[in-house]
C-alpha cells in the first residue's frame, strides 16, 4: 500500500512552471454575490471573486464533498476512488468526466482546463509529479488540500469536518447548502453520543493494512475521532499520537489485547482476505478480539475526513455494540 503510505507524509511543493497551454478563465471585474471570498488552506491564501467553474478534484473524499453540495456541474473532472462512491451519488458522479483511475498526469490535468483543482491527500499536490499547488498557481488554477493533511500540531476532529463543507461551500457560493449539511451531521452526532451513555469504552484496533508490521490508526486523524465517537478506545492512539495512521509491531498489537478489530476495506485486499490473515497468525491467538471473532469494518473512505463522518461513527457505533 505504497500510496496510502506517501499519502500521509507532507507532500514537498517546488514551484514549476506549466508546460501545457490550457483555456484560461474570463477576465471580469465583477464579482459574483457574496463574493469577493478570502480562505487560508494550508497556508495557502486565495481570493475567489466568484465561484470556480471547471474544478477537478483528486481523491475520493474530496470529490463526495462537492457531490454532497450539489456541484457536480461544477466538476470538469474526478480522479482516483479509494473505493464506490456512495449510491446516493452514483448518478451525479456518472456526469462527471474521470481523468485518470489513479492521479492524472500534469498534462492530462491542465487539458481538462480547470480553473481549481481539490485534493483530498497530499500526494494531490506531489511536486515531483508536477502538480504542486505552486505549479497550478503559475497556471492560474486555484487550489485546496483536504485540512486533514495541512501540517498541523492539533489532532483532527468532527470540528475540522465541518470547517472542510464549510469553506468548499462558501468557496462555491452555496454556503445555505453547506450548514445544512452540517446541521444534519450534528444532529447524527449527537444522537450517537446520547446512545451511547453510561458504555465502556472498547480497546480497538485499526487494521488498514500490513504484514511483517500492523499499518493502523494513530491519533492526530480524523479516523481516531470516530473510533472514539463511536465508544471505541484506539490502542494506538498514544504510541502515534503525531499521524493519521502509522506502523505497530504484532507484539504490540498483543500486548495493548484489543476486543475488537476494525478492518479499513478497500483495495485488492478482501476484508475476508484480511480476517483471514489475523486469525491464521499464531501470534495473534491470545487477542481477544481474534478469539472472540470481533471484527468491525468500515470502508477506507469512511475514515477521512469527509461527509462520511457522521455516519461511520454511527456504523462502527453499532458494530461495537454489537461485540461488546
Given at each position: 500500500m505504497l500510496w496510502r503510505r506517501a499519502a500521509l507524509a507532507a507532500a514537498l511543493l517546488f514551484p514549476l512552471a506549466a508546460c501545457t497551454t490550457r483555456p484560461q478563465p474570463e477576465a471580469t471585474g465583477a464579482t459574483a454575490p457574496?463574493?469577493?471570498?478570502?480562505?487560508?488552506?494550508?497556508?495557502?491564501?486565495?481570493?475567489?471573486?466568484?465561484?470556480?467553474?471547471?474544478?477537478?478534484?483528486m481523491n475520493q473524499h474530496a470529490t463526495e464533498v462537492m457531490l454532497e453540495l450539489g456541484l457536480a456541474?461544477?466538476?470538469?473532472?474526478?480522479?482516483?476512488?479509494?473505493?464506490?462512491?456512495?449510491?446516493?451519488?452514483?448518478?451525479?458522479?456518472?456526469?462527471?468526466?474521470?481523468?485518470?483511475?489513479?492521479?492524472?498526469?500534469?498534462?492530462?490535468?491542465l487539458a481538462a482546463g480547470p480553473d481549481y483543482v481539490y485534493g483530498g491527500y497530499a500526494s494531490a499536490f506531489a511536486a515531483g509529479e508536477g502538480r504542486s499547488r505552486e505549479a497550478l498557481a503559475k497556471?492560474?488554477?486555484?487550489?485546496?488540500?483536504?485540512?486533514?493533511?495541512?501540517?498541523?500540531?492539533?489532532?483532527?476532529?468532527?470540528?475540522?469536518?465541518?470547517?472542510?463543507?464549510?469553506?468548499?461551500?462558501?468557496?462555491?457560493?452555496?454556503?445555505?447548502?453547506?450548514?445544512?449539511?452540517?446541521?444534519?451531521?450534528?444532529?447524527?452526532?449527537?444522537?450517537?453520543?446520547?446512545?451511547?451513555?453510561?458504555?465502556?469504552?472498547?480497546p480497538v484496533f485499526v487494521?488498514?493494512?500490513?504484514?511483517?508490521?500492523?499499518?493502523?490508526?494513530?491519533?492526530?486523524?480524523?479516523?481516531?475521532?470516530?473510533?472514539t465517537r463511536a465508544g471505541g478506545r484506539n490502542i494506538f492512539a498514544d504510541d502515534l499520537k503525531t499521524a493519521s495512521f502509522g506502523d505497530a509491531s504484532w507484539e504490540d498489537v498483543v500486548a495493548r489485547a484489543p476486543k475488537t478489530i476494525l478492518i479499513l476495506d478497500y483495495g485488492g485486499t478482501s476484508v475476508e482476505a484480511k480476517k483471514k490473515r489475523l486469525?491464521?497468525?499464531?501470534?495473534?491467538?491470545?487477542?481477544?478480539?481474534?478469539k472472540n471473532n470481533s471484527f468491525a469494518v468500515l470502508a477506507l473512505s469512511d475514515m477521512v475526513?469527509?461527509?462520511?463522518?457522521?455516519?461511520?461513527?454511527?456504523?462502527?457505533?453499532?458494530?461495537?455494540?454489537?461485540?461488546?
Open positions: 457574496g463574493f469577493p471570498y478570502t480562505v487560508t488552506n494550508c497556508g495557502v491564501r486565495t481570493t475567489f471573486t466568484a465561484p470556480p467553474k471547471r474544478a477537478v478534484t456541474k461544477s466538476l470538469a473532472g474526478t480522479a482516483y476512488l479509494d473505493d464506490k462512491v456512495l449510491p446516493k451519488y452514483e448518478a451525479a458522479y456518472r456526469s462527471v468526466p474521470v481523468l485518470a483511475a489513479e492521479y492524472p498526469s500534469y498534462e492530462k490535468l497556471s492560474g488554477i486555484k487550489s485546496r488540500l483536504n485540512v486533514e493533511n495541512c501540517p498541523r500540531a492539533d489532532a483532527t476532529t468532527m470540528d475540522d469536518v465541518y470547517e472542510e463543507v464549510t469553506e468548499v461551500g462558501r468557496t462555491f457560493g452555496v454556503p445555505e447548502r453547506a450548514q445544512t449539511w452540517i446541521r444534519s451531521a450534528q444532529e447524527a452526532n449527537e444522537r450517537t453520543r446520547t446512545a451511547l451513555s453510561g458504555r465502556e469504552p472498547v487494521y488498514d493494512s500490513g504484514d511483517k508490521t500492523a499499518f493502523t490508526a494513530g491519533g492526530k486523524g480524523i479516523g481516531n475521532d470516530i473510533v486469525r491464521d497468525d499464531p501470534a495473534l491467538a491470545s487477542v481477544p478480539a481474534v475526513t469527509g461527509v462520511r463522518a457522521p455516519d461511520a461513527v454511527a456504523k462502527l457505533a453499532a458494530q461495537l455494540g454489537a461485540g461488546a
